[in-house]
């Protein structure tokens, strides 16, 4: 797909393929429908593991190329076996991994080359919410920072539009600012 | 830290390492402040990568047992190459991770022992948004379902207790239904 030869493919991104997939969908908006899912199950202690196997899009049901699985624990400091990242820290990675994707994206739409496309993303919270000792300490994060270093063939008010046209069309952006309604369901039997 | 033989290690959980903890956190606030960080880099195309290395709280700096990393992607029907799941996808795991984590827990607290915690998300999203094709239609899920299948040496009320503290006391859940804000910087130079 990301053939180097051809004119149509930067940054490893098949411009072609993206505006032809763009038009098929502007045509047929019921192929923007797309669900996600994950599947997560407990190993012991704080350690589980979720796996990414398929979902439904475009009209369809796919499956990712592999089975993808990523494990989560608590780290040694909160009584956990540190066998991976906590949650927490996913939600970050799923912060940085969206806004890249888009950047790839939108720079190759605008026909500017990427040479470095780096980010750090700090969350600072404060536990005394999911200890329960404070009622006024959310559980979650009160701030996230994101830090991109961007660099490529065009000025800097261009790579900065990148990063800005991303964050204004990211799905995990949009979900981390704004929220989402979660419903959770239990089966005991 | 967690022999089955010792008393107070429940579902892998060394509640008496748990309890002090608490205590410790309890009798001096400022343990209780964290900061979690990942660092992304691009790839190529849609495919990113993020590293969990280190993180702040309880007072000091910590260093997770090794490096964990995650790899991101598009699939191939979103025009990218499959070499991970997407952004979006790792916030239905962080949020399956966080409740499992905090499941764990509750129920060594309680004394119940599990056998079994296996939990599906599903997110539905209507791609018109990051695609700009309808204002009406937010860029991240519309909903998110999560299904819990639990069991354990606990009647079926406890059993739904315990998920439900999880909840109310989860991190990542409070992060996805409630929002947070995010500051995004960019540097070009």
Redesign the interface.
């Known amino acids: ?2 053939d180097p030869e051809t004119d149509t493919v930067r ?4 411009t072609a ?2 505006f032809a ?2 038009d098929a ?2 045509a047929q ?1 019921e192929l ?11 190993v ?5 593991r ?1 796996s ?1 196997s398929d ?1 439904s ?2 009209g369809g049901e ?1 499956e ?2 592999e089975t ?1 699985t ?13 066998n ?22 939108i720079a190759a739409a605008r026909k500017v080359n ?1 040479t ?19 009622d006024e ?15 490529g063939d065009a000025d ?1 008010e261009t ?2 539009e990148i ?1 800005e046209q991303s ?1 204004s ?21």
Chains 1, 2 share one sequence.
């Open positions: 797909m990301s940054n490893g991104v098949d393929t993206l997939t763009l969908v502007n908006r923007a429908k797309f669900q996600f899912r994950v599947r997560n199950q407990w012991g202690g704080t350690h589980n979720s990414f979902f899009g475009a796919h990712h190329v993808y990523a494990d989560a624990d608590h780290p040694n400091v909160l009584v956990g076996n540190d991976g990242p906590t949650g927490a820290e996913y939600v970050l990675h799923a912060l940085a991994a969206c806004l890249t994707h888009g950047i790839a994206n990427l470095e496309v780096t980010s750090t993303v700090t969350g600072d919270v404060d536990l005394q919410g999911i200890f329960g000792m404070s300490v959310r559980n979650g994060y009160s701030n996230i920072r994101v830090s991109f270093d961007i660099k800097d790579l900065r990063v964050r069309r990211s799905a995990v952006f949009d979900v981390v600012t704004n929220g989402v309604p979660v419903d959770v369901n239990v089966a005991t039997a």
